[in-house]
């Protein structure tokens, strides 16, 4: 079965910086690439899908890039509200995989 | 509005039994794939199942195959696990989760709110 990496497990950053996000896969999965925001307490909520394509109602400060086996998400001026963990998740076949997540927090 | 209503939390014993439910509302749930993920306290996400719209074909992941079984009701709009010979292990939130699209079966675009399996002697 595919495996996803994500890097780093954490990271704290300031408001208004710029934020990315590595997720690598371990065989390609051309742009079978989802991203989801879990917020503290809350349910999982998809941010983006296609690797690229922002889902409805998601901040424009949210992309995604990547093809094949490396993948990018990017929070281009990070939010208070932003502070969650972000997973990954492959979707080219089940079964689904999901990174093991990166907790995003506010220096 | 799209409402994913799970049943409520249960404690088993190791080697136990339980069947959890999800009932759907605000979407046509016939037309849908329907999952179950799972997530321990302070853990990362667990991808679980997945039954198609018909319940014709069906997946698991390998920690649950052969203990798990994935069913739904499209005449009642609800999604069940039954779950068996459980251990510690499976301790974790378990959330019922809807597919985004016809085609994007493995993307999931609106989750319950989890319903809590402990198994604990």
């Known amino acids: 079965d595919i495996q996803m990496t994500q890097s780093p497990s954490s990271l704290s950053a300031s408001v208004g910086d710029r934020v990315t996000i590595a997720c690598r896969a371990s065989q390609g999965i051309s742009n079978y690439l989802a991203w989801y925001q879990q917020k503290p307490g809350r349910v999982p909520n998809l941010l983006i899908y296609a690797a690229s394509t922002l889902q409805s109602g998601v901040p424009s400060r949210f992309s995604g890039s990547g093809f094949g086996t490396d993948f990018t998400l990017t929070i281009s001026s990070l939010q208070p509200e932003d502070v969650a963990t972000y997973y990954c998740q492959k979707y080219n076949s089940a079964p689904v995989a999901f990174g093991q997540g990166t907790k995003v927090e506010i220096k | 509005e799209v409402l994913l209503v799970q049943s409520g939390g249960v404690v088993v014993q190791p080697g136990g039994s339980v069947r959890l439910s999800c009932e759907a509302s605000?979407?046509?749930?016939?037309?849908?794939?329907m999952h179950w993920v799972r997530q321990a306290p302070g853990k990362g996400l667990e991808w679980v199942a997945v039954?198609?719209?018909?319940?014709?074909?069906?997946f698991y992941a390998e920690s649950v195959r052969g203990r798990f079984t994935i069913s739904r009701d499209n005449t009642k709009n609800s999604l069940h696990l039954h779950m068996s010979s459980l251990t510690t292990e499976d301790t974790a939130f378990y959330y019922c989760?809807?597919?985004?699209?016809?085609?994007?079966?493995?993307?999931?675009?609106?989750w319950g709110l989890g319903t809590l399996v402990t198994v604990s002697s």
């Open positions: 039954t198609n719209w018909d319940a014709s074909s069906t």
């Open positions: 605000g979407f046509n749930f016939a037309d849908y794939s």
């Open positions: 989760a809807k597919s985004a699209t016809h085609v994007q079966w493995l993307v999931l675009d609106h």
